[in-house]
């Protein structure tokens, strides 16, 4: 492990013009006109070797939802905005998958990376401040963390210890912290059929306050006992149109609107009886707060805002939502907070204090944090807030690949986050009058990942449509899901194979008296399940039955395995 470390005992003042073709630290270029944020700086500036610059493959996270990207080689590796981290290099062709992640290890948000070709051609890479920063205060410092481990699971693992235990952090198991995290949930986000609507059913009513509890008595009818819900942003005031998605408008009041809950929040809360997991968006800058607590100064841009005192702002925000039965906050549209909040590219410490001031205020009220849409950066800050307990690792519902969530989770659990892998129908049939229609084509593969992710179960069907039998498998029957140890991740067999787009991952248990138990998962038939890639020596193979599930049929493990897929086209296989 290596930590190096930038600091500014005099401070840095980056509004002044520098002279023509200047650049501070070795960053780039400083000249601009008028004092406007310029540059950046770089320390360390780290030289590829040669032997190393087109041989070790890599990967790292970009842009929105912390997408999971490969690179051929560090030559490939290109950063982008808030993303590019961590960077994780390994050698697939040695024995033990020896890896290196790099990484900020504080204020991630006011950092950068930076991939240069060098006065030998080959790749530097250059880690500093975020270019458009204006000030560094006195004494301010920067670090980044080079991490070194053996294998890509047990490598990731070993970093994120290590970024957890900089900010002073445990890793706590918050599988089964309480019934949102622990139980199956009823979800009304993007993609589901209650997002931006109530049916075609004119019976049921024309509000939510009307058809909610109707959809609520279904599931208690026919025994499947959610417990939680999720309101997603169809039910407080925006200051514009919601376009496709849900995307549009920033929050104005995060209140219930008169024409969704007629009664008011309470009112609702007392007709379900469940905990509440209920989704914001960026903060507007004409919201009622701006002009009501006039005591919170904000920071103001065209389309959004943000509050000079975060702390401050959050611990009285959370105060105001007595009687919901809010026990988590999900927080999504972060990326769009970030990309349209000037202050937030120009101030140093913003970007930190707004999430630890959210997490914090989050806490006093005795609530968790969902981030949604995150920025990498903004991930790797939740390291040190323990409030933010799950993470989304894939983009909606309406996005065909959200169930691959196992590069994801390599990321999130390392951090002590559970990966959430959104919403999804349970049934095959098609949703006539919801949002999204459907219909599902793999209901099985979508709720076997949400289990095998260790965050929460979320069926979105539509009244009437909700595969029972298909839900009830994931959990018992008082809707307490059934979790393995950690989340599936990606083996490290397919890092070993340089196999883009690889999608086998795995997960186990240990039951007392009977060790570990394994679970496997391989979209796609044609491939036979590896002792290795579940934990088992190959020597060691035949101490161990290998059950498919969807055949129901067992037999001796062996070094290699071909198994047969299920309906779906996927194999998914329990190994004991």
Known sequence: MIVFEQRFPKGLDLRRTAPAGAARGGGPSDAAAGGEAVGGTVFPRIDVNASYANSLPCFSYHGVFAVFSECSSLSAYVPSEQGGVPLVMYSPDEPDLPMLVLSPLNEPMATSISRDAGLTGLPQLGLGLLPGIEVVPKDWSQLFLLSAGSGVNEGMMAWGDRMLRYHGQQRVDNRYRDDVHGGIGFWTDNGGYYHYSVGHNASLGATYEEVLPKVKAYHDAIGVPFRHWQFDSWFYPKDGPVGQGGGGGAVTNWTALASVFPGGMARIQAQLRVPLVMHNRQWSPTSDYIHNWTDIDWHVSKTTALPKDPLRFFERFFGEQQGWGLAMYEQDWMT???????????????????LRGMAAGAASANRTVQYCMPLPTQVLAA???PAVTNVRASGDYVDRGQWDIGNNAL?????????FKDGFYTSTQPQIGGETVGPERNPDREAIMATLSCAMVAPMDGIYLLNASRVMATCRKDGVVLKPDRPATTVDACYRRREPGCRVYSTHSAVSGLGAIRYYFANGSARALLADEVGVAPEAASDFAVLNWYTRTARRLEATNWLGAGYEGHVYAVVA
């Open 383 to 385: 390291a040190e807030l």
């Open 411 to 419: 990321l999130l659990w390392a951090l002590n986050k559970l990966p």
């Open 336 to 354: 769009k907070q970030y990309q349209e909040t000037d202050a937030l590219k120009s101030n140093v410490s913003l970007g930190g204090l707004w």
